[in-house]
């Protein structure tokens, strides 16, 4: 399926955290550990939030992130406090820019690794369940951004875990109703620029892996000589599909079923569960 | 918008259509004299028939046609029969692989120069029209792609010239419910490899210009000079949306709210009127 | 041949500067109005230097720049004091990301309109003519990329105006030994970071356009009314190869054989003569 | 680095070769069991004689071949008697259509699987070597395309394993000037049309694996049953970088130091040695 990293904290070159990590992203595109696939080389993309721009940027193309040279001048140039980047294995669906993650609509960013099964069959009652005015907004043939879409469609906006818990509940209904045994599965990272959402859920309940980064305070109690980790601010997180690296304690599994926010009032993690719509 | 061609005849190396005549559609992607955008830069198309095999090959990429050196390679190495070429010219859909002309379900192909007005407000609509087994086909994000799936669902197969009324039918049908007063503006071709139908329409009634060529054996008499011409067998017909050169009469239009069929039993030229559904 | 621009001032969204004038760049990619073509469709680049970063971002691609989301994203969410940018119509070389505008080598960056002529016959004698050091660096097949190459073997680094003069010397010279009598056309732009350099000069004294923007103070007073000039600092300067707009008297012509340098100490125009090496 | 195939024999679909066997070129272009890399994707390309046409076609692309739906498209539906197909994985040289293989001059393709040990300080002095008249015929950047030029300097077109030859020990004696133990290290083809050369070579004895098949009336034999093997007719040869699947005794290895060739009269296997020049 898919890999995908999310960055929170000080502004920092992207290329500190796309690059430099022993098991970045880039490497993951080609070396995937924990992935359904090793090789994630079927488009890529990255969004960030840049100070003062409400709408974030997204650059995404259709090789393989291993190669990209523009990716890495970007990543090189480029400082954020927020950003999203995702390596794409397909399972079919077109090698398109508007088929790469993360999707943006308004201020939001969203990317997605896994799958609606079947998602041939259901697309068409998925896509009608769009709220009409978003409908034509949709460029591309992924499940993913169909997902967006009904999220926004059901109050992104305004409660980001009921409208990805409605999503969620709608993809597992409709798959039913076409007799579809596991509809959904997925994690998923989405943002409005100031508070991350990250979603860990299968109707099977064996979701992709998924993990959040230890308090940066306490890495650097449990290893004071690493020069790297002091030069990290405190509000310093990353969410990712597997871990950068081989540090232990510095990675910690999202629990199955359950979503954490990071935020400027404290992260927490919580339950999920689809509601039906 | 975009411009095309259609050849049907005697096998001939795509290059011989492609890239040797004065105004070739290789030049007009540069420089178009009829369309409505001098530079047709955004993706482009061919789709052959192969000897022996039903299914259409179909070869489309994102960049100009101009500069592409496996169109060139291509052309100079597969002959065909029937073939069909785009140059797409876009009006703001995004420039991928999957909205390049032209489409292919099956053996029929399909391609379009034009715009269903105001398509963002109507797709919706339009796209539910589209027979539920053939929703998860449309790959893309274009009119064109779209109006080719409603004639699908409207019995291409069976009657191609009421297939594609009843689409523009529908189409018009659509744009009027939602106060577009002009909604259609096409030329379209289609073939399912033995026949082709070529179609002149606009809710308007100026249509994009539409040409045929004329019998060989008509030209050899004017020009028997020519020896190109003489090469040339006598079931070969072009129909191009603009002049491949300045031959005088060479050339005949379409007329307006028309359409032609080739084919070997004759080719027909008929009044064309969209019908409703 | 090709269209460019560089912009030196206050920090600017690139956007601003690339899309916004009526008659920008992205408008000139299509609709050049001086330009040799019309249409400057194979590829395109921007590079720029970013605050604390000693090397320059160049992000480069193959197709045109009018249709581009990626470049538009950039421009959207990335500030710069001082950038370059460039849209190609090759003369026959590859369409390649290593062939698109600007080059870079360490903090410098390059640019050309032009051509040296009959560089197939003289590239192999200016190739040799590179420091065996930088041969390797040579990443494209264009005439304007040896020629870097070559005024950074006469040193770039320390006499830019120099360096570009004997540059330009040794094709004239190596071009007349194969028999060519007019070797070489170019506007040329290199920058370090600090300064840039812009050169007008063509071995049969016609050379492209090229032209530099009036001091803002000047315009504001010419225009007390454009809110526009209002926002701009004193030390914005653009180089163009055309005016991206009809203001009179925004807009000066680079004299024939001439550079121009704009620089923190104030700017400067001079002769330019090649010089034999 | 890369892997490679030639087919010759009778006109066959692209596909049949390309797609269809288990471990197929395409399949070892996301899981490679040989190769130093497991991933190939930094382009491919394919290369093909049709019939009455002297130069081959040449179709590359930069993308993975195993997500390219022209690719697909195209060996769905050429048939030919001899082809060249090919998946990259580079070595830092750019990803671009000129740095994929084959490479092509006049009736000429030419392939390799390999590497010329630090070619960047080697580059200079081995395209010094390069006949002065074909110089500006190189159009990408890699160690390939040179050793294909120098082929071609040294006789490719009387005396191919003699210009091989020549090409590999002036490679080895540059390498070795520069003070590299190990030079060169390749698997190539290369061929005119009419018959293929294949060659096994490397500086230091341990050369990339290369297989040829089995005579088809010995595969027959051994497998009476397979239907398959029934539709290929006699002079059918294949030479591979790695088997298309486990079929025992349907590949052999090409001894170390040896080169084959494929020709009417008759396959021979030789030693190969490198020439001083």
Not at 64 to 71: E, K, S, T, Y
Not at 116 to 124: C, N, Y
Request: hydrophobic content about 40%; overall charge negative.
């Amino acid at each position: 399926m898919c890999r995908w990293l999310v960055y929170s904290g000080m502004p920092v070159l992207l290329d500190d955290v796309l690059y430099q990590p022993a098991h970045s992203l880039i490497d993951q595109s080609l070396r995937s550990r924990m992935g359904v696939e090793t090789t994630n080389g079927d488009g890529f993309g990255i969004g960030w939030y840049a100070p003062g721009i409400d709408t974030p940027a997204v650059f995404r193309d259709t090789g393989p992130a291993w190669n990209n040279r523009n990716l890495r001048e970007i990543a090189g140039h480029v400082r954020s406090p927020l950003f999203f980047a995702h390596i794409r294995a397909t399972t079919g669906t077109a090698v398109q820019q508007t088929n790469s993650h993360p999707f943006r609509h308004g201020r939001w960013l969203w990317m997605h690794n896994g799958a609606i099964a079947e998602f041939d069959r259901l697309r068409r009652d998925l896509c009608l369940a769009v709220d009409p005015a978003l409908y034509s907004c949709i460029e591309g043939s992924t499940d993913s951004e169909v997902m967006f879409f009904l999220a926004l469609t059901f109050g992104l906006d305004k409660d980001p875990p009921g409208a990805v818990a409605r999503m969620a509940g709608l993809v597992e209904r409709v798959g039913r109703t076409h007799g579809v045994e596991f509809p959904l599965q997925m994690t998923v990272a989405v943002s409005d620029g100031e508070r991350v959402w990250a979603f860990r859920h299968s109707s099977e309940a064996t979701s992709r892996t998924l993990f959040y980064s230890t308090r940066m305070s306490t890495l650097r109690e449990l290893y004071p000589d690493v020069a790297f980790l002091r030069g990290l601010s405190e509000e310093t997180r990353l969410v990712v599909s597997e871990p950068l690296g081989d540090l232990p304690g510095a990675w910690n599994e999202v629990p199955e079923s359950s979503y954490g926010v990071l935020q400027p009032a404290g992260d927490v993690l919580h339950h999920f569960e689809p509601q039906d719509v």
